[in-house]
Nanobody, 119 residues
Framework: QVQLVESGGGLVQPGGSLRLSCAAS????????MSWHRQVRGKERELVAA????????SYADSVKGRFTISRDNAKNTVYLQMNALKPEDTAVYYC????????????WGQGTQVTVSS
Protein backbone atom coordinates (compact mmCIF):
# COMPACT_ATOMS: atom_id res chain seq x y z
CA GLN A 1 0.00 0.00 0.00
CA VAL A 2 1.41 3.35 -1.07
CA GLN A 3 1.60 5.98 1.63
CA LEU A 4 3.04 9.48 1.78
CA VAL A 5 3.44 10.96 5.24
CA GLU A 6 4.39 14.60 5.70
CA SER A 7 5.97 15.99 8.85
CA GLY A 8 7.79 19.08 10.05
CA GLY A 9 5.02 21.64 9.93
CA GLY A 10 4.24 24.00 12.77
CA LEU A 11 4.14 27.59 13.93
CA VAL A 12 7.07 29.84 13.07
CA GLN A 13 7.69 33.56 13.21
CA PRO A 14 8.13 35.61 10.05
CA GLY A 15 11.69 35.28 8.81
CA GLY A 16 12.07 31.86 10.37
CA SER A 17 12.71 28.47 8.81
CA LEU A 18 11.10 25.05 8.69
CA ARG A 19 12.00 21.82 6.97
CA LEU A 20 9.19 19.60 5.79
CA SER A 21 9.71 15.90 5.15
CA CYS A 22 7.66 13.48 3.10
CA ALA A 23 8.33 9.83 3.82
CA ALA A 24 7.11 7.47 1.14
CA SER A 25 6.37 3.79 1.59
CA UNK A 26 5.00 1.08 -0.62
CA UNK A 27 6.87 2.09 -3.76
CA UNK A 28 10.31 2.74 -5.19
CA UNK A 29 10.85 6.48 -4.87
CA UNK A 30 13.21 6.77 -7.81
CA UNK A 31 10.35 5.87 -10.17
CA UNK A 32 8.38 8.94 -9.14
CA UNK A 33 8.66 12.65 -9.67
CA MET A 34 7.83 14.38 -6.42
CA SER A 35 6.46 17.78 -5.55
CA TRP A 36 5.14 19.94 -2.77
CA HIS A 37 1.87 21.82 -3.03
CA ARG A 38 0.06 24.08 -0.62
CA GLN A 39 -3.50 25.11 -0.06
CA VAL A 40 -5.19 27.86 1.89
CA ARG A 41 -8.75 27.19 2.92
CA GLY A 42 -11.09 28.46 0.25
CA LYS A 43 -8.39 28.66 -2.40
CA GLU A 44 -7.06 26.28 -5.01
CA ARG A 45 -4.12 24.06 -4.26
CA GLU A 46 -0.94 25.46 -5.82
CA LEU A 47 2.35 23.89 -6.83
CA VAL A 48 5.24 25.09 -4.68
CA ALA A 49 8.22 23.03 -5.83
CA ALA A 50 8.96 19.91 -7.87
CA UNK A 51 11.87 17.55 -8.33
CA UNK A 52 12.52 14.87 -10.92
CA UNK A 53 12.82 11.21 -10.00
CA UNK A 54 16.61 11.25 -9.55
CA UNK A 55 16.81 14.83 -8.38
CA UNK A 56 18.50 16.16 -11.47
CA UNK A 57 16.07 19.00 -12.00
CA UNK A 58 13.98 21.18 -9.76
CA SER A 59 11.43 23.92 -10.29
CA TYR A 60 9.73 26.47 -8.05
CA ALA A 61 6.79 28.79 -7.92
CA ASP A 62 7.88 32.39 -8.37
CA SER A 63 6.60 33.23 -4.89
CA VAL A 64 9.12 30.90 -3.20
CA LYS A 65 12.17 31.11 -5.50
CA GLY A 66 15.30 31.86 -3.56
CA ARG A 67 13.66 30.97 -0.23
CA PHE A 68 12.58 27.32 -0.58
CA THR A 69 14.65 24.32 -1.63
CA ILE A 70 13.31 20.92 -2.59
CA SER A 71 15.54 17.86 -2.32
CA ARG A 72 15.22 14.10 -2.11
CA ASP A 73 17.01 11.07 -0.74
CA ASN A 74 15.93 8.04 -2.75
CA ALA A 75 17.76 5.69 -0.40
CA LYS A 76 15.38 6.85 2.33
CA ASN A 77 12.38 7.33 0.03
CA THR A 78 12.07 10.83 1.45
CA VAL A 79 11.56 14.26 -0.07
CA TYR A 80 12.30 17.48 1.76
CA LEU A 81 11.26 21.09 1.50
CA GLN A 82 13.57 23.53 3.24
CA MET A 83 11.71 26.78 3.78
CA ASN A 84 13.66 29.89 4.76
CA ALA A 85 12.70 33.53 5.20
CA LEU A 86 9.11 32.50 5.78
CA LYS A 87 6.35 35.04 5.30
CA PRO A 88 2.80 35.14 6.66
CA GLU A 89 1.54 34.46 3.13
CA ASP A 90 3.32 31.10 3.23
CA THR A 91 0.74 29.95 5.78
CA ALA A 92 -1.07 26.94 4.33
CA VAL A 93 -1.46 23.20 4.49
CA TYR A 94 1.46 21.67 2.61
CA TYR A 95 0.95 18.45 0.68
CA CYS A 96 3.42 15.99 -0.75
CA UNK A 97 2.70 14.55 -4.21
CA UNK A 98 4.16 11.65 -6.19
CA UNK A 99 3.64 10.99 -9.89
CA UNK A 100 4.87 7.83 -11.60
CA UNK A 101 7.21 9.04 -14.33
CA UNK A 102 6.17 6.28 -16.77
CA UNK A 103 2.43 6.76 -16.26
CA UNK A 104 1.31 10.23 -15.25
CA UNK A 105 -2.11 8.89 -14.31
CA UNK A 106 -0.61 7.25 -11.24
CA UNK A 107 -0.67 9.97 -8.60
CA UNK A 108 -0.45 9.86 -4.82
CA TRP A 109 -1.01 12.54 -2.18
CA GLY A 110 -0.09 12.82 1.47
CA GLN A 111 -2.49 13.96 4.17
CA GLY A 112 -0.87 17.39 4.54
CA THR A 113 0.94 19.28 7.28
CA GLN A 114 -0.01 22.72 8.55
CA VAL A 115 2.50 25.55 8.33
CA THR A 116 1.59 28.77 10.12
CA VAL A 117 3.80 31.86 9.87
CA SER A 118 2.78 34.41 12.46
CA SER A 119 4.23 36.63 15.14
Amino acid sequence: QVQLVESGGGLVQPGGSLRLSCAASGFTGSRYAMSWHRQVRGKERELVAAITSYGGSTSYADSVKGRFTISRDNAKNTVYLQMNALKPEDTAVYYCNAVLRTDLRIVYWGQGTQVTVSS
